[in-house]
């Protein structure tokens, strides 16, 4: 079971930058499916999370700019980031979660497997 992050980069303030998550091992509809990211000397902290009803759910930092998508066919999920800030600056990982209650969702003990991350940078 393996998860793998790509798509990060560096961009000016206000891009678009679009996160893909790969996974091997188990399909992406079975399972809840978060983003989390992590700056330098901060813990790491929730994103966004799809359920496997395909409900979304958000931290209030990115709601409006970032959105989470699933492609069943392509097993694929996906952050979809607009109007990217500076303080959006972090390595971002995709998980595989063990919970599916929502209110667990944004905890980061809520998830078993996660990618390697990939850098995203923001500058102003």
């Known amino acids: 079971v393996q998860l793998q992050a790509s798509g990060g980069g560096l961009v000016q303030a206000g891009a678009s930058l679009r996160l893909s998550c790969a996974a091997s091992?188990?399909?992406?509809?079975?399972?809840?499916t978060g983003w989390f990211r992590q700056a330098p000397g901060k813990e790491r902290e929730f994103v966004a999370a799809?359920?496997?009803?395909?409900?979304?759910t958000y931290a209030d930092s990115v709601k409006g700019r970032f959105t989470i998508s699933r492609d069943n066919a392509k097993n694929a999920v996906y952050l979809q980031m607009i109007s990217l800030k500076p303080e959006d600056t972090a390595v971002y990982y995709c998980?595989?979660?063990?919970?599916?209650?929502?209110?667990?969702?944004?905890?980061?003990?809520?998830?078993?497997?996660w990618g390697q991350g990939t850098q995203v940078t923001v500058s102003s």
């Open positions: 998980a595989r979660g063990k919970s599916v209650i929502l209110s667990t969702l944004s905890r980061s003990n809520a998830y078993d497997t």
């Open positions: 091992g188990f399909t992406f509809r079975n399972v809840v």
């Open positions: 799809i359920q496997r009803s395909g409900h979304t």
